[in-house]
T-cell receptor
Framework: AQSVAQPEDQVNVAEGNPLTVKCTYS??????LFWYVQYPNRGLQFLLK??????LVKGSYGFEAEFNKSQTSFHLKKPSALVSDSALYFC????????????FGQGTELSVKP | AAGVIQSPRHLIKEKRETATLKCYPI?????VYWYQQGPGQDPQFLIS???????DKGSIPDRFSAQQFSDYHSELNMSSLELGDSALYFC???????????????FGPGTRLTVL
């Protein structure tokens, strides 16, 4: 079965500092991995995805993620955090064997303080 | 750019009533997914459609049904509503042309259903 785990419920970062939101995955076959962000009372916004190719994936709003096959991880990163980055972040894996639904991690609340 | 449209945005119902949620995918997207997000929870897959045919079914109660119409919009019908059905319901759309898994699902703003 496909699954992802986000080991941290909350991450606190000072504005201007680098941020990392962690995600590990467990899949059979090649992983198709995604990051989404959810602001309060809003839908999920797509940030980036890894399908194949370079292990470092660049996405929206200055975010990037590093795919590490040996560690089965897909951590989300940003070199310099903004207060406006404060939101709920979801890692997800695509279940390509059954219709392509997304299977989400439990989410990580990112708080960036001035 | 056009986004996924969901209506209504908010819905309040009594127990045992019925509700219909609508989803209008991004133009030229052929696939629609429905997800349910309970308070403090991650989104859980309910059901999906590709080219108007059901493609997958998740943990969707028998009281719920859905379909995708000829214009690709989708409706989620919920009957005999229970308190536990209170949640945020998301619709996402994608274009499956590139193959299952490589396409990106774009989410609508959600419908917040409250059952009293």
């Amino acid at each position: 079965a496909q699954s992802v785990a986000q080991p941290e419920d909350q991450v606190n970062v000072a504005e201007g500092n680098p941020l990392t939101v962690k995600c590990t995955y467990s899949v059979s076959g090649n992983p198709y991995l995604f990051w989404y962000v959810q602001y309060p009372n809003r839908g999920l916004q797509f940030l980036l995805k890894y399908i194949t190719g370079d292990n470092l994936v660049k996405g929206s709003y200055g975010f990037e993620a590093e795919f590490n096959k040996s560690q089965t991880s897909f951590h989300l990163k940003k070199p310099s955090a903004l207060v406006s980055d404060s939101a709920l972040y979801f890692c997800a894996v695509r279940d390509i064997y059954q219709g392509g639904k997304l299977i989400f991690g439990q989410g990580t609340e990112l708080s960036v303080k001035p | 750019a056009a986004g996924v449209i969901q209506s209504p945005r908010h819905l309040i119902k009594e127990k045992r009533e019925t509700a219909t949620l609508k989803c209008y995918p991004i133009p030229r997207h052929d696939t629609v997914y429905w997800y349910q997000q309970g308070p403090g929870q991650d989104p859980q897959f309910l059901i999906s459609f590709y080219e108007k045919m059901q493609s997958d079914k998740g943990s969707i109660p028998d009281r719920f049904s859905a379909q995708q119409f000829s214009d690709y919009h989708s409706e989620l019908n919920m009957s005999s509503l229970e308190l536990g059905d209170s949640a945020l319901y998301f619709c996402a759309s994608s274009s499956m042309g590139a193959g299952v898994g490589t396409d990106t699902q774009y989410f609508g703003p959600g419908t917040r259903l409250t059952v009293l």
